[in-house]
């Protein structure tokens, strides 16, 4: 029973690092650019099918992708902040809900027409490797996965804290019309802000392929997770979207566990909703300081 | 030279209305009633989100939610209880204004974004509830229902006309229920509600209690819609009853046309399934991505060009149209 118990949770806490990837990279977004980015879960999914095709077609490791998937993602995100988002910035809710919203409706189908519904996966040396601490198994490839996100988040701290650039971001988080007259560029700011949490987004992609199958609805589930993690974990602070996500990995893989194999969902769904009962402001407060 | 009754509004009404009623009679085609059919439910869907989406900007995503319960609840009473449909659809749209007091309750909690992805979350839970109700509601693998024949009396018929009929009706229900709260103090409260609800809440609007009728009124009215059809299409499983297409169709028809206008939602359902018809005899039914493709493309033009929606171009035309002298034309304020 208690091995159980530990074994759900580390399960949980490593499937958490992932979704703390998609969910700060979701906050990261809303904090300094005000928007919900209803595509993180395609960006993931794109980060995938660049990892898939990239150990198909030229062997490479999923986790050397990396080195590709991130800066292409970084691209794509400062295009799409550049070209897209931008010109709905001084308009309501509803261009800003359904611009996101309508460009993942559209990679998602997209991703359908161009690579059928079918799962795509990868075979690494260590995809099936695991080993064990007492009772308790880890997957190799998850536990990899789990560090490099850790390390993805605790270097994001550090550019956010450490250098200008990271301040700025911060600064016009906090207060944009202050954070302009201070001279700080918000457009720029902006584009990097965007550019960093897609980067993070694809490297979540290159991270899962391993021991995750890759299709074009695979977004879906990552992007629940996360904006469920990030209303928990207090919108706009990453600390909070790290803790809270690894929390809902736990509770996801528990829910696996002990309620049915079906329920790890209904569990995620019902701590959304007793959150916004309950603390509707989520469990961290303000902006990670 | 225009004639002065074709720039009044009520003569298109008429036409429009004459049109609509002599439609299934001139076309026979079983394809083409059904698509009529499903421009009617969904224009009507629209229209029932618009109320709550439109006017007071509450933008839910979880539309489904209310479908469904219709959906459910009339399936149930008729298959377990033997009660004609006509009585569960208003059971159904009771049961969806009942169950739209709590989620209410919470969600209306969160504005914006977080709004859209609590509605989002209360829809998927139902969905994943009702796939657990294996014992009274048939879990996932769902139900057909008994085909009576032409049992007026129990909801079903042989004719589509008949369904066409119906789905018309509840069309010009929404419409008519839309036109009244436009007009009435609640359509200006829910206007100012969604112009600024803070600004609303300090000039002595009670937002809470605005924003909860309107609710329940969306919720009954997507409720009607849940029952209609699932008797038209006689099958019932929870992907289909709570399938998140149906919140973004209900979404995505409104804003196309325009949001918080009368008519948005039907100039924009009649855009997306005349569209979504087309790519069919062109693609055949085979390619699942066309048909989302092409709406989501016509959602961010829309959204980057025309944020009001398409109405307003249309009655741009219909002024340029009417009004003879394009100087006069310009005086109009163009509606929003």
Known sequence: MLATLAQAVVNGLLIGGIYALVSIGVTLIFGVVKIVNFAQGEFVMIGMYISFFL??????DPLLSLLISMPSLFAIGVLLQHFLIRRVLALGDMPQIFLTFALSLLLMNIALLLFTANYRTVQTPYSELTFHIGPVYFAVAKLIAFAIAMLLSALLYLFLHGTDLGKAMRAAAQNREVAMLMGINPDRVFCVAVGVALALAGAAGSLLMPFYPAYPLVGQIFVLMAFVAVVLGTLGNITGALIASLMMGVAESLGVQFVGADSGLIVVFVMLLLTLAFRPNGLFGGWAR | MTLIWTTRPWFWIVVLAAVALVLPLVVSNPFAVDIFIRVLLFAFIGVAWNLMGGYAKQLSLGHAAYFGLGAYTSTILLIRFGISPWIGIIAGGVVAMLASLPIGALCFRLRGPYFAIATIATAQVLMLLFLKFRDFAWGAEGTTLPNLGDAPLMMQFDSKAAYYYLALALLALGLAITYRIERSWMGFYLVAVGE????????????????RHIYLISAFL?????????QY???????????????????????????????????????????????????????????????????????LWRPSGLVGVFSDLYRRFTYAGAARSKEVPLDG
């Not at chain 2, 600024?196 to 924003?211: F, H, L």
């Open chain 1, 55 to 60: 150990a198909s077609t030229f062997g490479v």
């Open chain 2, 196 to 211: 600024d609800e803070d600004a609303a809440e300090a000039v002595g609007v009670d937002t809470t209690k605005i924003k």
């Open chain 2, 222 to 230: 997507t409720a009607l819609g849940g029952t209609f059809y699932i």
């Open chain 2, 233 to 303: 299409i006689y099958f019932i499983d929870p992907n289909t009853a709570f399938s998140f297409n149906i919140s973004v169709e209900a979404a995505l028809v409104s804003i196309v046309g325009g949001i918080g206008t009368l008519w948005g939602p039907v100039v924009g359902t009649i855009l997306l399934e005349a569209t979504s018809a087309l790519l069919q005899s062109w693609f055949g039914s085979g390619h699942g991505g066309v048909q989302l493709t092409v709406y989501s493309l016509i959602l961010v033009s829309v959204i």
